[in-house]
């Protein structure tokens, strides 16, 4: 990296108010001054062999993992050295802390998150990926989060309508429970509620409708239903006839604000690359002759790590005077 240290720098100044600042202190997973444990074996578990005992805990998913982990003094330590839980106890500490507290834990297994914590590249553009979606556990770069669709979580009201999907489905779907706090590079307020993955949601819906098509003829024919009936409502009301205070049914969608949203910030940690390769740890770092620039393939939102970096000069030019400038 030292023949491009003067071409980089590690970080912006700018905190963008993910999760990792709002996840509350929890009582320590990995301390157990505060719960005395009974010593205790772990009856039939006991007779399997370490390998294999190990294997089924590492499918559990991590909600489960941890309320194994409580059970006695015994499950404690043989979670606590697990070699694949170490290491995210060790490098994602935040990641684990946020799963827990927003509640996405019986859809991550730690399996799942250390192939994250071992994977560089987001999963929708194929760049450095410096952040962890932890509704489903995906990497992503800012510039994904801050603006796809599939990286906003919908409040369940919303979904159903968006949708056509009854709240009992939705609540069967991968959901969060939002942490109130801070959140976005534009500090906007959220409150506790409860959020659903949007992809989750959209695929549930075109395969209980049958096709896309099906699904959007569905939903434009609730909205029109729901329309006729405020519209007799309200000729009523004015007619003195029913309440007075009719309240429009929402149409659309709620405005998103991009990297303004907070609810794009609301399942999201920072984490680092492990590169299994030379065994060391990558945060990536941005480029100081896109520095200026809020466009891509410039944007100075854009994090790199070596390979990725040389590419980039490859592509964008050397960088003279802070500025690319083409070969």
């Known amino acids: 990296m030292d023949e491009y240290s003067h071409l980089t720098y590690p970080s912006l100044r700018l905190n963008d108010?993910?999760?990792?600042?709002?996840v509350p202190t929890l009582q320590s997973e990995y301390s157990r001054r505060s719960f005395p444990l009974p010593i205790s074996s772990l009856s039939a578990l006991d007779c399997l062999p370490p390998e294999l005992l190990e294997q089924i805990l590492l499918y559990l998913d991590i909600r489960a993992l941890i309320n194994f982990q409580y059970v006695n003094r015994r499950s404690a330590d043989l979670v606590n050295h697990l070699p694949t839980y170490k290491v995210i106890v060790t490098h994602a500490r935040n990641a684990l802390r946020g799963i827990l507290c927003i509640q996405t834990g019986k859809?991550?297994?730690c399996s799942l998150l250390l192939e994250k914590l071992h994977t560089s590249s987001c999963e929708k553009c194929g760049d450095f990926g410096?952040?962890?979606?932890?509704?489903?556990?995906?990497r992503v770069c800012f510039l994904c989060l801050s603006q796809e669709k599939e990286y906003l979580p919908l409040g369940l009201s919303h979904a159903c309508r968006k949708f056509g999907l009854e709240r009992a489905e939705v609540q069967k779907l991968p959901c969060l429970?939002?942490?109130?706090?801070t959140y976005s590079p534009?500090?906007?307020?959220?409150?506790?509620t409860f959020l659903v993955d949007y992809e989750a949601a959209l695929n549930w819906a075109v395969?209980?409708?049958?096709?896309?098509?099906?699904?959007?003829?569905?939903?434009?024919?609730q909205n029109a239903k729901r329309q006729e009936d405020y519209e007799r409502r309200l000729m009523q009301a004015q007619q003195g006839e029913g309440p007075r205070h009719i309240r429009k049914p929402p149409t659309g969608d709620p405005y998103d604000g991009r990297s303004g949203n907070p609810f794009r910030f609301v399942a999201i940690v920072s984490a680092p690359w492990l590169d299994r390769s030379s065994d060391t740890i990558e945060w990536g770092f941005h480029c100081l002759g896109c520095a200026r620039s809020s466009r891509?393939?410039?944007?100075k939102r854009r994090k790199f790590i070596r390979s990725s970096f040389h590419d980039h000069i490859r592509e964008c030019g050397n960088i003279e005077h802070g500025m690319h400038s083409k070969p």
């Not at 952040?131 to 995906?138: H, S």
């Open 17 to 22: 108010h993910t999760l990792d600042q709002n």
């Open 107 to 109: 859809w991550i297994t």
């Open 130 to 138: 410096g952040y962890l979606y932890l509704l489903t556990c995906k």
């Open 177 to 181: 429970r939002v942490i109130p706090g």
């Open 186 to 192: 534009n500090e906007k307020k959220a409150n506790e």
């Open 207 to 221: 395969a209980h409708h049958g096709s896309l098509d099906a699904m959007h003829t569905y939903v434009t024919n």
């Open 296 to 299: 891509l393939p410039l944007h």
